[in-house]
Each structure stands twice: as C-alpha cells, then as structure tokens.
C-alpha cells in the first residue's frame, strides 16, 4: 500500500442514458410535429409551433446534460426498486379498462382506488373497495347528473338513477 485513497471507478449509469434518448426522442418527436405546423407568427414572431419548438429545446438541453451526467457517473446511487406497488396500480387499471363498460364506473373506479390503496400499503381491501365504490358513485353522480357529461353507468348507478 503506498497511502493513497483508491476512488471507485466510475460506471457508465446506462439507465440515465436511456432516459437521455428518451428525453432525444420526444424532443425530436416534438420538433418533427411543429415543424408540420403552420407558422401563423404574423407581427410578432410567435405562433402555433413557437411554444413546441421552445419545449422541444428544453428536452434535447435536458437529454445532452443527462447524457453527459451518465457518461461522467455524476448520478447518486439508486436504492433497490420495488416493482410491487407499480403492479399493483397497473393491475387496477387494467382493471377499470376492462370493467368500465360492464360493470360501470363506480364499480370499475372503486376497484382502481382498492388496488391503488393497496399499492401504498393499505391491506383491507374489505374497506377500501366499498369506500372507493362510495367515492367513485359520488363523482359519477356529479359529472352524469349535475355537470350532464356521459360516464359509462353500471347496476350501481342504474340503480338510483334509472334512464328514462
């Protein structure tokens, strides 16, 4: 040993170079689209495709700054993922997709609040369900009966309000 302090090695962070080209994409995604775009600027310069093309900017500034960020190893750490809460909430949105037509939206909506619940760690889904059908049947019956826009009803809903 000759005395000195050994740095660890710096590592290619290959998950934020894919956020990078992610980031790329979009940005490129966006200026491909604004460029479509009529430029209706007039006067002033500013139209239509001005704020895209500022976002888009914005995003290939980000994905360069995270790209170099990944290439120098300059991000901390990351702490193990758990992919369970995130299956969880996927699980109940598929769910609601699936359920929506059927079963209508207080029952579909209830069941996405129940697995969403679970998913940041409430267990009893014998309370959470009825207490996400409760809260879902009140904004259905905001937005069906009082704001007159369409949500899909089920038994739940057809049951207090029978169409006419």
């Not at 702490?79 to 699936?98: E, F, K, T």
């Not at 209830?110 to 207490?131: D, W």
């Amino acid at each position: 040993m000759t005395g000195k302090f050994f740095e660890p090695q710096r590592r290619l962070d290959r998950a934020a170079l894919v956020i990078a080209f992610g980031l790329a994409v979009v940005a490129g995604v966006m200026l491909w689209d604004s460029a479509r775009l009529a430029d209706l600027g007039g006067y002033s310069g500013v139209g239509p495709a001005s704020v895209p093309r500022v976002v888009a900017a914005v995003l290939l500034l980000l994905a360069v700054w995270t790209g170099i960020a990944a290439f120098r190893g300059d991000f901390p750490a990351r702490p193990r993922q758990d992919p369970g809460p995130v299956l969880w909430i996927v699980a109940g949105l598929a769910l609601q997709l699936l359920l929506l037509h059927v079963a209508g939206f207080s029952i579909a909506t209830g069941i996405l609040f129940a697995l969403t619940a679970r998913a940041f760690g409430k267990r009893n889904l014998a309370l959470t369900l009825p207490v996400g059908i409760a809260l879902s049947f009140v904004v259905w019956v905001v937005f069906s009966q009082l704001l007159m826009l369409h949500l899909p009803a089920g038994p739940l809903e057809l049951l207090f309000f029978q169409k006419g």
